[in-house]
């Protein structure tokens, strides 16, 4: 069972750092999902998940052959906080999509590096009610 | 339990939640926001003041014991990174109030900084690998709406670099926890230390902890993994990155420097490694800051040299090369962002941050130039000031363990970041404006952002001359590194 998992988790996250190589920002950011559930898998799959039983027990019972909770908790946690991630990178990337009109990598370090605009030419907070949904 | 430990994460949470609920109320979020920072500062003071008198605080949450609960301790460095971390969150705050920004502008930053002090403070209390994981994220999010807050071309470009570059590194973080948890069955870094002092670690275990090392190396920006860095911090609200520039990297720094004390209390390979790695962060830094021609630009690149010399103290691995990297990292933080604030309101007084656009500031008012003379002074290490005792007992101690490349390392990094502060002082402040017109055209800026700057230019020099007392403090916060009685003790006490 845990071979399984550990060679899924191994092509996944391949699949994750390939596509985080791509020019193309949408693929960067779809890669750091892949590689980020290529992780939690691992994690999981480290953390010996095997087991026929359900890890829950009443008290003098003893269970014997159940997986470990306790990696099951982590990686609930870490896709929580994986898809919270994932969905503000999104944001940014659609945001960015617009001000850009294409979404490759160079262009943004380009962008980047641009000279500091003035002081007086600072782009302006957009107001309030454009960023109403 | 000890309603001490969790202070730190709960007054930001707090001040976090009251200000949430009246967020339409924009003052009201300011008063909330500074009165929960002012606390936090408070706390944090206490906690050195307890942390001075040798006691450690320690507690289980949900009354689990350890190592299957986790634990959270505050020795001596954990106490002086919350108590710094509430100086710096408290002077970002007053540097915010009354800036020409739209008051939603203005409120979101409060709100995201209490979000990131959050996440800060978790990190400099927790025992425990995973909950550290948690905490990273914590403030990662923190700082991603920070860096992105007020958009625009660049700023969302800069930001996504510096979020999928930081996502990477956490995720890492998270693979080597798992890695860690599935080779030695536990997450507590006490019993972690247990096993690898005693060497029965695995390789299993070695192979997580390593890349632990990496991931926390792309945090603290050491090379080659700083480029992330330099490609985002130039980018967000001046504030921002003031405190970005102060905290956050000292946050990867911090956890460096607790994991290696912990699993490696002996020098070993893992030092040796770090000490070339420092090295080189230390000469790479500041040789990219000298082709920089925009002031953060400069300070950014400065970040990473910095980072340098506080490896470099925990590489070498001596009791005081520990304490000197201890005392770089308080002196590191109030300097360092304080730099950015001066930057920022010298670039407001110049109407640009581009060298070139500016100048002419030592006639118009040189109590700037004063302000920005002693931590820029202090970040390249001239007596008496904060940056010349760092520097000089990180000397010291490489010279004491017969390792002279390092020393000559620190020596010529600090020379040459005494020239790139001269070089913002030529441009910004000597060399004649190139547009007279627009020196001060908006104004000298709210004074409070003044205050800060002057507070923590007064910290500078206190730090510098009261070297003694804090340089006693970090050699105890050292000793106490390697000894770690908190952490391993929590192992045989069981939960309170």
Same mark, same amino acid.
């Given at each position: 069972?845990?071979?399984?998992?550990?060679?899924?988790a191994?092509?996944?996250?391949?699949?994750?750092?390939?596509?985080?190589?791509?020019?193309?920002?949408?693929?960067?950011?779809?890669?750091?999902?892949?590689?980020?559930?290529?992780?939690?898998?691992g994690?999981?799959?480290?953390?010996?998940?095997?087991?026929?039983?359900?890890?829950?027990?009443?008290a003098?019972?003893?269970?014997?052959?159940s997986?470990?909770?306790?990696?099951?908790?982590?990686?609930?946690?870490?896709?929580?906080?994986?898809?919270?991630?994932?969905?503000?990178?999104?944001?940014?990337?659609?945001?960015?999509?617009?001000?850009?009109?294409?979404?490759?990598?160079?262009?943004?370090?380009?962008?980047?590096?641009?000279?500091?605009?003035?002081?007086?030419?600072?782009?302006?907070?957009?107001?309030?009610?454009?960023?109403?949904? | 339990?000890?309603?001490?430990?969790?202070?730190?994460?709960?007054?930001?949470?707090?001040?976090?939640?009251?200000?949430?609920?009246?967020?339409?109320?924009h003052?009201?979020?300011?008063?909330?926001?500074?009165?929960g920072?002012?606390?936090?500062?408070?706390?944090?003071?206490?906690?050195?003041?307890l942390?001075?008198?040798?006691?450690?605080?320690?507690?289980?949450?949900?009354?689990?014991?350890?190592?299957?609960?986790?634990?959270?301790?505050?020795?001596?460095?954990?106490?002086?990174?919350?108590?710094?971390?509430?100086?710096?969150?408290?002077?970002?705050?007053?540097?915010?109030?009354?800036?020409?920004?739209?008051?939603?502008?203005?409120?979101d930053?409060?709100?995201?900084?209490?979000?990131?002090? +959050?996440?800060?403070?978790?990190?400099? #209390? &927790?025992?425990?690998?995973?909950?550290?994981? !948690?905490?990273?994220? $914590? /403030? *990662?999010?923190?700082?991603?709406?920070?860096?992105a807050?007020?958009?625009?071309?660049?700023?969302?470009?800069?930001?996504?670099?510096?979020?999928?570059?930081?996502?990477l590194?956490?995720?890492l973080?998270?693979?080597?926890?798992?890695?860690?948890?599935?080779?030695?069955?536990?997450?507590?870094?006490?019993?972690?230390?247990?096993?690898?002092?005693?060497?029965?670690?695995?390789?299993?275990a070695?192979?997580?902890?390593?890349l632990m090392?990496?991931?926390?190396?792309?945090?603290?920006?050491?090379?080659?993994?700083?480029?992330?860095?330099?490609?985002?911090?130039?980018?967000a609200?001046?504030?921002?990155?003031?405190?970005?520039?102060?905290?956050?990297?000292?946050?990867? +720094?911090?956890?460096?420097?607790?994991? #290696? &004390?912990?699993?490696?209390?002996?020098?070993? !390979?893992?030092?040796? $490694? /770090? *000490?070339?790695?420092?090295?080189?962060?230390?000469?790479?830094?500041?040789?990219?800051?000298?082709?920089?021609?925009?002031?953060?630009?400069i300070?950014?690149?400065?970040?990473?040299?910095?980072?340098?010399?506080?490896?470099?103290?925990?590489?070498?691995?001596?009791?005081?090369?520990?304490?000197?990297?201890?005392?770089?990292?308080?002196?590191?933080?109030?300097?360092?962002?304080?730099?950015?604030?001066?930057?920022?309101?010298?670039?407001?007084?110049?109407?640009?941050?581009?060298?070139?656009?500016?100048?002419?500031?030592?006639?118009?008012?040189?109590?700037?130039?004063?302000?920005?003379?002693?931590?820029?002074?202090?970040?390249?290490?001239?007596p008496?000031?904060?940056?010349?005792?760092?520097?000089?007992?990180? #000397?010291?101690?490489?010279?004491?363990a017969?390792?002279?490349?390092?020393?000559?390392?620190?020596?010529?990094?600090?020379?040459?970041?005494?020239?790139?502060?001269?070089?913002?002082?030529?441009?910004?402040?000597?060399?004649?404006?190139?547009?007279?017109?627009?020196?001060?055209?908006?104004?000298?800026?709210?004074?409070?952002?003044?205050?800060?700057?002057?507070?923590?230019?007064?910290?500078?020099?206190?730090?510098?001359?009261?070297?003694?007392?804090?340089?006693?403090?970090?050699?105890?916060?050292?000793?106490?590194?390697?000894?770690?009685?908190?952490?391993?003790?929590?192992l045989?006490?069981?939960?309170?």
């Open positions: 069972m845990e071979w399984i998992g550990a060679i899924t191994g092509i996944m996250a391949a699949l994750g750092v390939w596509m985080m190589l791509d020019r193309h920002l949408m693929r960067v950011v779809l890669g750091i999902a892949v590689l980020g559930n290529a992780i939690n898998l994690v999981l799959t480290a953390g010996r998940f095997a087991g026929s039983e359900a890890a829950f027990t009443f003098g019972q003893q269970v014997l052959d997986a470990n909770p306790l990696p099951q908790a982590l990686v609930l946690t870490a896709i929580v906080i994986g898809f919270a991630l994932f969905v503000f990178a999104l944001s940014v990337l659609k945001r960015t999509h617009e001000l850009h009109g294409d979404k490759d990598t160079d262009r943004v370090s380009q962008v980047t590096e641009r000279p500091a605009p003035d002081q007086d030419e600072e782009e302006p907070y957009p107001p309030a009610e454009d960023r109403k949904p | 339990m000890n309603v001490l430990v969790i202070l730190p994460i709960l007054i930001p949470l707090t001040t976090l939640l009251l200000a949430l609920l009246v967020r339409r109320h003052a009201w979020v300011t008063v909330i926001s500074m009165t920072s002012a606390i936090l500062l408070l706390a944090g003071i206490y906690l050195v003041a942390a001075a008198e040798g006691t450690v605080l320690s507690a289980q949450m949900g009354g689990w014991a350890a190592p299957y609960g986790i634990s959270l301790v505050i020795d001596r460095l954990s106490a002086v990174m919350v108590a710094i971390s509430g100086v710096i969150g408290f002077a970002t705050l007053v540097y915010c109030f009354r800036q020409p920004m739209p008051a939603d502008f203005l409120r930053t409060h709100l995201f900084i209490q979000g990131l002090l +959050v996440g800060i403070c978790g990190a400099f #209390v &927790t025992a425990d690998i995973f909950n550290l994981y !948690v905490w990273f994220e $914590v /403030l *990662l999010i923190g700082s991603f709406a920070l860096i807050l007020g958009g625009g071309e660049r700023r969302l470009s800069g930001a996504m670099t510096y979020l999928v570059l930081n996502m590194a956490t995720l973080f998270l693979l080597a926890a798992g890695l860690v948890y599935g080779a030695t069955g536990t997450l507590n870094m006490g019993e972690l230390a247990l096993l690898f002092r005693a060497d029965e670690a695995s390789a299993g070695w192979l997580g902890v390593i090392l990496v991931s926390f190396s792309i945090k603290a920006a050491l090379f080659p993994l700083f480029g992330w860095l330099p490609a985002s911090y130039h980018v609200w001046t504030p921002v990155s003031a405190l970005f520039a102060g905290l956050l990297t000292k946050v990867g +720094v911090y956890a460096l420097i607790r994991l #290696v &004390t912990l699993l490696w209390p002996e020098p070993g !390979v893992v030092h040796s $490694v /770090l *000490l070339w790695v420092a090295c080189a962060t230390m000469i790479i830094g500041v040789l990219g800051a000298a082709a920089q021609t925009e002031v953060r630009r300070l950014s690149f400065h970040i990473v040299s910095q980072v340098g010399y506080m490896v470099l103290g925990l590489a070498l691995a001596t009791p005081l090369a520990l304490a000197g990297a201890v005392f770089y990292l308080i002196h590191h933080i109030v300097v360092k962002a304080n730099l950015f604030f001066v930057g920022g309101i010298a670039a407001r007084l110049s109407g640009s941050e581009r060298l070139a656009a500016m100048g002419g500031l030592y006639a118009r008012t040189p109590l700037l130039a004063i302000l920005f003379a002693i931590p820029a002074l202090s970040l390249a290490g001239i008496p000031l904060s940056g010349f005792w760092a520097k000089f007992v990180l #000397v010291k101690a490489s010279l004491d017969g390792i002279w490349v390092a020393a000559f390392f620190a020596l010529f990094t600090g020379i040459f970041t005494l020239l790139s502060m001269s070089k913002i002082w030529n441009e910004t402040f000597l060399k004649a404006h190139p547009d007279p017109e627009r020196i001060g055209a908006t104004g000298n800026g709210p004074r409070s952002a003044w205050f800060t700057v002057a507070g923590l230019a007064a910290i500078t020099v206190m730090i510098g001359l009261g070297a003694g007392p804090v340089m006693d403090y970090a050699i105890a916060a050292s000793t106490q590194l390697i000894e770690a009685p908190a952490y391993l003790q929590l045989n006490r069981g939960g309170e």
